[in-house]
C-alpha cells in the first residue's frame, strides 16, 4: 500500500562517514532507516562493523524478508541487535500476500522462526527484545487472534496493533471505521486471546 512516487534516497557514503566520526562515538543505538526496508542498506556489513567498533547497538524495524538469508551476516546481524520490530500484516498465507505484495508468507514465518530460535539460544542478557507491527484493517483484523498466539509461539516481547491510515481512496473499502461493530468484535477477541496467554499488546480502543 505504498505510495510508489514516495521518495527513495539514500545517504550520501560521505555524509555516512560524517556520522560515524562525529556521532558515533557519542552515541549508544541507531536505526539504519526511517523509511523502507533496512536490511537493504547498501553496504550493511561495514555498518555492522562499524556499530561493533564503536560498541553501539542497532534497532530496527524488518518485513523479516531478508532476515535468516546469509549466516556470517546473521550472526553479525545478531550480535549488534537490541530491538527488531518485525511488520507482518495477517497470520495466513492468502491474507498476508494479498497485503504484503510481492513477499511470501511461508519464507517470512520460516525466517522469524528460525531468527526466534536462535535468539532464544543467546544468554538472556545478550538476546534482543523482538517486537511486531501488525495493520488492523478489514483483510488483517479476524486474524489478529491467530497472530497473538503465533507471536507467543515464537516468544515474542510486545505486538502494537495500529488502524490502517487510509492516505489513498483505494484504501477506502480496507477501513475499519465502516464496519464498526465486525471490527470491535475482533478486537475484543484479540485481546481475550492476549490475555490467556500473556502475551502484552498494544490496540486501539473499540
Given at each position: 500500500f505504498l505510495d510508489p512516487a514516495s521518495p527513495r534516497e539514500l545517504m550520501d557514503e560521505e555524509v555516512y562517514q560524517r556520522v560515524v566520526r562525529e556521532l558515533y562515538p557519542y552515541a549508544r543505538t541507531m536505526q539504519l532507516s526511517a523509511f523502507g526496508e533496512p536490511l537493504m542498506t547498501p553496504r550493511m556489513e561495514q555498518k555492522?562493523?562499524?556499530?561493533?567498533?564503536h560498541h553501539m547497538k542497532l534497532e530496527m524495524v524488518t518485513n523479516g524478508t531478508l532476515m535468516m538469508r546469509e549466516s556470517r551476516f546473521r550472526e553479525q546481524l545478531l550480535r549488534c541487535l537490541e530491538l527488531v520490530t518485525f511488520s507482518m500484516d495477517g497470520a495466513t498465507r492468502a491474507t498476508?500476500?494479498?497485503v504484503r505484495t510481492g513477499a511470501e508468507f511461508d519464507e517470512v514465518f520460516e525466517n522469524i522462526s528460525q531468527f526466534s530460535a536462535r535468539r532464544l539460544e543467546l544468554p538472556k542478557a545478550q538476546r534482543p527484545a523482538m517486537n511486531f507491527n501488525y495493520i488492523l484493517m478489514?483483510?488483517?483484523?479476524a486474524e489478529a487472534p491467530k497472530f497473538v498466539e503465533m507471536v507467543h509461539r515464537w516468544g515474542?516481547?510486545?505486538?502494537v496493533f495500529n488502524h490502517l491510515v487510509t492516505f489513498h481512496p483505494s484504501l477506502k473499502g480496507e477501513?475499519?471505521?465502516?464496519?464498526?461493530?465486525?471490527?470491535?468484535?475482533?478486537?475484543?477477541?484479540?485481546?481475550?486471546?492476549?490475555?490467556?496467554?500473556?502475551?502484552?499488546?498494544s490496540i486501539p480502543p473499540n
Amino acid at each position: 500500500f505504498l505510495d510508489p512516487a514516495s521518495p527513495r534516497e539514500l545517504m550520501d557514503e560521505e555524509v555516512y562517514q560524517r556520522v560515524v566520526r562525529e556521532l558515533y562515538p557519542y552515541a549508544r543505538t541507531m536505526q539504519l532507516s526511517a523509511f523502507g526496508e533496512p536490511l537493504m542498506t547498501p553496504r550493511m556489513e561495514q555498518k555492522l562493523d562499524d556499530l561493533e567498533r564503536h560498541h553501539m547497538k542497532l534497532e530496527m524495524v524488518t518485513n523479516g524478508t531478508l532476515m535468516m538469508r546469509e549466516s556470517r551476516f546473521r550472526e553479525q546481524l545478531l550480535r549488534c541487535l537490541e530491538l527488531v520490530t518485525f511488520s507482518m500484516d495477517g497470520a495466513t498465507r492468502a491474507t498476508y500476500n494479498s497485503v504484503r505484495t510481492g513477499a511470501e508468507f511461508d519464507e517470512v514465518f520460516e525466517n522469524i522462526s528460525q531468527f526466534s530460535a536462535r535468539r532464544l539460544e543467546l544468554p538472556k542478557a545478550q538476546r534482543p527484545a523482538m517486537n511486531f507491527n501488525y495493520i488492523l484493517m478489514r483483510r488483517t483484523v479476524a486474524e489478529a487472534p491467530k497472530f497473538v498466539e503465533m507471536v507467543h509461539r515464537w516468544g515474542g516481547d510486545h505486538i502494537v496493533f495500529n488502524h490502517l491510515v487510509t492516505f489513498h481512496p483505494s484504501l477506502k473499502g480496507e477501513s475499519l471505521n465502516y464496519c464498526r461493530g465486525y471490527a470491535n468484535e475482533w478486537q475484543d477477541r484479540t485481546r481475550e486471546v492476549a490475555k490467556a496467554l500473556g502475551v502484552s499488546i498494544s490496540i486501539p480502543p473499540n
